[in-house]
């Protein structure tokens, strides 16, 4: 028995197709929302399409058109896609970054370009070192006259310098050629003054160094001391520390001075015809002249000698800088073994050391003297057990002779307040 057969009906498939592609237009507007005018007129067309129903279409598409016009419908087209802003290069060393969005703001910003990098900030200025300090320094002055004076050590010219504290009227204070010129009025009275004056400078290695100088000034009247000579009675010439035997007339407080500062005075008990004189340890290589002047007894003055610094100092050694009370300091310069002996000087030996150790007030504490030559490397120095806590200085010297009966000494340089004892 055959199955019944459908039909031939060559429009069958014709509306199969119609409704098949009203499926999909109908699908497509329900999942894009809105249907545009054009889509409708189209679904009208197709819906009715191969029948006889042409009153019908023409119905539907009326329809359609009617909406367009009481009711335009945005256009279901997709927006363009934004062409995206190329990202600017990244610097070297530095990170890419992306979009940011800021707390509230809503809206995210895209950098324009590369991050600045960040300006190192290097290494902070070195400060500046702290003024030199000079203190001890003396001069004098007769009135109605000027005295030229070279720039203490270390300074080696002045280029600025200004009165710090008051004093009496008709003491000035000026600057010629880098050194420093000190005038008294004739009307002055006699005084010792002291001063202070700061004021900018060079040294051997550098310029604009700030220093501040303490100098205690006496006035003299022309005259009034009789002038006396001082004659060296030991060598003229060494490293700076040395001096000579100074054979002066009788007295008992005798200052010498350098090139015109003085640095402080030798006194004793008892007047006397011999001094030592030490250079100081700051002076520097060259010709220097050496006077003196005497305020202990027959008070006198001297123009004195020439000297010569042959070469820097030697600083003085020490094995430690603390010591407990009743220990010993070592000193590792002055031994005859050592690797820092008294240096040699002209015409004289070295025949003794003296060690010391001196109250951060001047006073001694303790003292010993050595033969020399000691055959050693270091040397000690007891001190007391009943030492009290604190910073004290240690000093070292040496002492020579001749058989003529000339003599010398030589001072190590140091430092005040070098040791310190617990």
Known sequence: MQSPSLPNCPNLSVLFAALALAAVLLIISGASGAQSPATRIAQCRHRFAGKKKRKAE?????????????????????????????????APGASAQSPTSEPGAGVTTTPTGPTAPVAPTGPSAPESPPPIELIGLGTTVVRGSSV?????????????????????????????DGDLVVSAAAWIEEARVRVTLSGIGCTSSECGRQFVMHVR?????????????????????????????????????????????????????????????????????????????????????????????????????????????????????GGSLGAAPCPS??????????????????????????SMPDGQTTEGLLVPSSAVAGSYSASERCHYSNPAGEGANYEFATARENVIVD
């Open 58 to 90: 023409r119905q539907c598409v009326k329809k359609a058109r009617a909406k367009q016009h009481s009711k335009p419908v945005a256009p279901t087209e997709s927006p363009a896609p934004s062409t995206p802003t190329p990202a600017a290069p990244t």
């Open 148 to 176: 030229h004076l070279p720039p203490p050590a270390p300074l080696t010219s002045l280029s600025a310098i200004e009165l710090t504290n008051a004093t009496r009227t008709g003491l000035d204070f000026e600057l010629e």
């Open 217 to 333: 000034v006496s006035v003299e009247t022309a005259g009034i001391f009789p002038t006396l000579e001082v004659s060296p009675n030991g060598p003229t010439s060494g490293p700076a520390g040395f001096g000579p035997i100074a054979a002066t007339p009788s007295c008992s407080e005798v200052t010498p001075s350098f090139d015109g500062w003085s640095s402080g005075s030798r006194r004793v008990a008892n007047a006397r015809e011999t001094f030592p004189v030490y250079t100081p340890s700051t002076l520097p290589v060259g010709s220097h002249q050496v006077s003196f002047s005497c305020a202990g007894g027959e008070a006198w003055r001297s123009p004195g000698f020439e000297i010569e610094v042959t070469g820097p100092p030697s600083p003085i050694g020490l094995e430690s800088s603390t010591v407990p009370a009743g220990g010993e300091l070592t000193f590792t310069s």
């Open 345 to 370: 000087l002209p015409g004289v030996d070295v025949n003794g050391l003296t060690l010391e150790l001196n109250t951060s007030g001047g006073s001694i504490l303790v003292t010993r003297n050595i």
